[in-house]
């Protein structure tokens, strides 16, 4: 069935280095890769998406990759700071690039001082 | 502009009890969607739902589990006779059309005792 894998679960950064996180999804007609921030008792927030006509996306110290051969898109946050600490979901749309967006199980971001 | 609005925050039941779950979409937005989220695991799609309409029910749980959005008001998740499994946050999004990007609420955390 349809599946996204992310990877790690856990990553810790010293504050001012790079955090990446990486997906797979299984699907090839998923065309719409977000990625949401969520901070705790709160939800889901859109931070970045990316479609798959491009392969790169970037909003200032975010970035997103996207690998179609390959069915990998990556998350790219520069300069950490303290305030990035969260977990980090990826997500692509499903079967036949429906409504529905399937989750991968999340990346708790901690951002050391 | 509000967002996504969801209430109550927190609702608890006991077992056989039911639960009611509202969700107001973002003003304009006539698409909403439902997810579980268990803890430490992403978000699981459930239900979504056009104004009149349910357009793909594929996550709903086949008993006990409804889900409605009437012309007027909130779109409602109901949940008849809650058993302790039920326990989890509950998210509502909201998005202007189809394969747009989706608006997350803060959510409603289920316990049930």
């Known amino acids: 069935g349809e599946n996204v894998e992310q990877h790690p679960s856990t990553l810790s950064v010293q504050e001012g280095d790079s955090a990446v996180i990486k997906c797979t999804y299984s699907?090839?007609?998923?065309?719409?890769f977000p990625w949401y921030k969520q901070e705790l008792g709160k939800g889901p927030q859109l931070i970045i998406d990316i479609r798959s006509n491009v392969g790169e996306k970037k909003d200032q110290r975010i970035a997103v990759t996207l690998n179609k051969t390959a069915k990998h898109f990556s998350l790219h946050i520069t300069e950490t700071q303290p305030e990035d600490s969260a977990v980090y979901f990826c997500a692509a749309n499903g079967r036949n690039r429906d409504d529905k967006i399937i989750f991968g199980k999340g990346t708790r971001l901690h951002i050391l001082p | 502009n509000a967002g996504v609005m969801q209430n109550p925050r927190h609702l608890v039941r006991r077992r056989g009890q039911e639960a009611r779950l509202r969700c107001s979409p973002m003003k304009g937005h006539s698409h909403v969607y439902w997810y579980r989220q268990l803890p430490e695991e992403g978000l699981k799609f459930m239900v979504y739902?056009?104004?009149?309409?349910?357009?793909?029910e594929s996550g709903m749980p086949k008993e006990r589990f409804s889900a409605e959005f009437p012309k007027e008001g909130p779109s409602i998740l109901r949940i008849q006779q809650v058993v302790r499994g039920d326990s989890a946050a509950y998210f509502c999004a909201s998005s202007p059309s189809r394969n747009n990007e989706q608006f997350f609420g803060p959510g409603t955390r289920l316990t049930v005792l």
């Open positions: 739902l056009q104004k009149e309409n349910i357009i793909d």
């Open positions: 699907d090839s007609a998923s065309n719409y």
